[in-house]
C-alpha cells in the first residue's frame, strides 16, 4: 500500500505541473529556481527602496508642477499675443536689469533667473524685452548716472537726441519713444539690483549732468602719485685732482623722454578732457531739478542666489522646490502683463539714513525700499574690503622689480635672460596700462561693495515719490 500511495502521490504531481512550468524545465532552468516563493526584501533593501522612490516622486511632483503652473499663467495671456498691430505699431517692451550677486564670479546669475522663471509668461503674451547686465558690483549703478546725464543733457538742450546711422521713414520720435518705455516698465531682478538701481537713480538726478570719463580722471591720478617716478640718484661731487676736476656722470634721468611719450602719462599743462564740457553747461541749468519727470513702472522680482558651502541645504532644497520659483516668477510676469499699478511705498521718514546704516543690519526702512530684505543675509561677508587692500599691496610690493626690469631692458643696461627672451617681460607702457586696469577694478569693487553690503540702506529721494510706480498684484475684477 506504501509504494502505491507513493507511485500515485508522485503521478498526480507530475500531472499537476502547468505547461510554461514543463517548459522552463527542459530550457536548462534549474528546478530549484521555479520552486521559489516571492518574499518581503531584507529591511536594508526596504530603506533604499522606500527614499529612492520617495525622492523621485518628489522629484516628478515637483517638476510636474512647474509645468502645470507655467502652462496656467500662460494660458491667462496668450490671448494678448493674438491682439493685432499696425503696420507701425511695436510691440510692448520691457526693460530687465541684472546686477551682479556680490561674491559669485557669475554675473549673469539674475538674468538667468529672469530668462527661466519670467521670460516664459512674458513670451506667452508677445511682450517684447531688453536685458540688461553688469559684470562687476556697481557698474549697474554707472549705467543708470550716465542715462539719466544723457537724458537731462538732451532736455538742456546741450547735444542732440541719439539716432540711428541710417535713418528711417517710420523712425520714432524722442516723446514717442519715451511714451513706449513708460507704457513698458522697468523690471529689477533681486534686492541688489534695486540698491544699484535707487542708487543710480539718485546720483543722476542730483549730480552734475558734465561728462565724467572716470577712466581718464583715474588716469591723471594714478600719473601724478608717483609709482612710476625714476629714483633720485645720489649727488656726486666731482673730486679735485692736481685743481682740476674729474668729468662725472650726467645726473639726467633718461626716461624723461620716455614718460612723456607714454599714452597713460599726459602732460601737466593740458586740461582733461573732461573740463572742456564743464564750461559749455550755464550754471542755471546745471542744477538739479526740483521735480522728476515720471519714470518708468518698476516689477520687482525676488532673487536669492546660494553660494558656498554653508549654503549647501539651502541648494538642495531650490532643487527639488522648483515651483516656488516658478510661481513666484509667473506671478510678476503676470502683474506686468495686465498692468495694475500702484505708487511707490515711500520709506518712513522719521529714521534718516545715517540712523540706518548705524543700526543693526535688520534695520527696515519701511515701504517697497524693503523689498526682499533678507535676501541680504545670504551674501553677508561675501567681499571684504581686506582683500582688495591684501591684492592691491602684493601687486605693489612686486610693481618695482617689473619696472627695474623693464627699464633696464628698454635702456639696454643689460642683456635679456633666456627665460626672459621666451617670455618677454612687460614694458613700462603695459604696466601702466595693467595698474590701471587694476585700479579700476580694485576701486570698482569698493564702490560697488558700499552701494550692497548688508545693512545698506537704499537711496531715497524725496522727488522719487511722484515719480516712481511699482507694478501690484491685478485686482479680481481685472483677471
Not at 503674451?125 to 549705467?143: I, P
Not at 522697468?186 to 535707487?198: D, Y
Not at 692736481?242 to 602719462?265: C, F, I, K, Y
Request: glycine share 6%; net charge neutral; hydrophobic share 35%.
Amino acid at each position: 500500500m506504501s509504494s502505491q500511495n507513493v507511485d500515485f502521490a508522485s503521478k498526480t504531481s507530475q500531472v499537476q505541473k502547468s505547461g510554461i512550468r514543463a517548459a522552463f524545465e527542459y530550457t536548462g532552468i534549474p528546478p530549484s529556481w521555479l520552486d521559489k516563493r516571492p518574499k518581503l526584501p531584507s529591511r536594508n533593501w526596504l530603506i533604499f527602496l522606500s527614499v529612492t522612490t520617495s525622492i523621485v516622486a518628489y522629484y516628478a511632483y515637483d517638476r510636474r508642477e512647474c509645468r502645470r503652473i507655467r502652462a496656467d499663467y500662460s494660458s491667462r495671456v496668450e490671448h494678448l499675443a493674438k491682439d493685432p498691430l499696425g503696420t507701425t505699431d511695436l510691440p510692448r517692451k520691457v526693460i530687465v536689469y541684472g546686477a551682479k550677486w556680490p561674491g559669485d564670479e557669475d554675473h549673469d546669475k539674475s538674468l538667468r533667473f529672469f530668462r527661466k522663471y519670467v521670460k516664459p509668461v512674458l513670451i506667452a503674451a508677445a511682450v517684447d524685452y531688453e536685458m540688461v547686465s553688469a559684470r562687476r558690483s556697481g557698474d549697474l549703478a554707472n549705467r543708470i548716472v550716465d542715462e539719466i546725464k544723457t537724458r537731462r543733457r538732451v532736455d538742456a538742450g546741450l547735444e542732440p537726441p541719439s539716432q540711428s546711422l541710417m535713418p528711417l521713414p517710420n523712425q520714432p520720435t524722442l516723446e514717442q519713444k519715451r511714451k513706449r518705455e513708460l507704457e513698458g516698465g522697468i523690471v529689477l531682478v533681486g534686492r541688489h539690483t534695486l540698491k544699484e538701481f535707487m542708487s543710480g537713480l539718485k546720483r543722476g538726478w542730483t549730480e552734475s549732468m558734465d561728462r565724467v570719463d572716470r577712466e581718464d580722471m583715474l588716469a591723471q591720478e594714478l600719473a601724478s602719485d608717483g609709482r612710476f617716478d625714476e629714483p633720485e640718484e645720489p649727488v656726486i661731487y666731482p673730486e679735485v685732482v692736481d685743481g682740476e676736476p674729474l668729468p662725472t656722470h650726467s645726473r639726467l634721468l633718461p626716461s624723461q623722454n620716455a614718460a612723456l611719450l607714454s599714452p597713460l602719462r599726459m602732460p601737466p599743462s593740458s586740461p582733461p578732457k573732461f573740463t572742456q564740457s564743464i564750461s559749455n553747461v550755464p550754471a542755471y541749468l546745471d542744477t538739479p531739478p526740483s521735480t522728476i519727470p515720471a519714470l518708468p513702472t518698476l516689477l520687482l522680482v525676488p532673487f536669492t542666489n546660494h553660494i558656498g558651502f554653508r549654503q549647501v541645504p539651502n541648494m538642495l532644497w531650490g532643487f527639488f522646490n522648483e515651483r516656488h520659483k516658478v510661481r513666484a516668477g509667473s506671478e510678476a510676469a503676470y502683474s506686468l502683463i495686465m498692468g495694475h499699478t500702484r505708487p511707490f511705498a515711500a520709506p518712513n521718514t522719521t529714521d534718516t539714513a545715517s540712523e540706518v546704516q548705524e543700526s543693526q543690519p535688520a534695520k527696515r526702512q519701511g515701504g517697497d525700499l524693503d523689498f526682499d530684505l533678507p535676501a541680504e543675509s545670504y551674501y553677508d561677508g561675501a567681499y571684504t574690503p581686506s582683500e582688495t587692500e591684501k591684492a592691491r599691496k602684493t601687486y605693489y610690493d612686486a610693481l618695482p622689480a617689473k619696472l627695474a626690469t623693464a627699464r633696464a631692458l628698454a635702456r639696454g643696461t643689460r642683456a635679456p635672460t633666456k627665460e626672459e627672451d621666451s617670455h618677454p617681460p612687460p614694458t613700462e607702457v603695459e604696466l601702466r596700462a595693467e595698474r590701471l586696469k587694476k585700479e579700476m577694478r580694485w576701486r570698482g569693487d569698493e564702490a560697488g561693495w558700499e552701494i550692497v553690503k548688508p545693512g545698506q540702506p537704499a537711496q531715497w529721494d524725496e522727488r522719487f515719490a511722484d515719480a516712481l510706480r511699482v507694478f501690484d498684484e491685478p485686482r479680481a475684477d481685472n483677471c
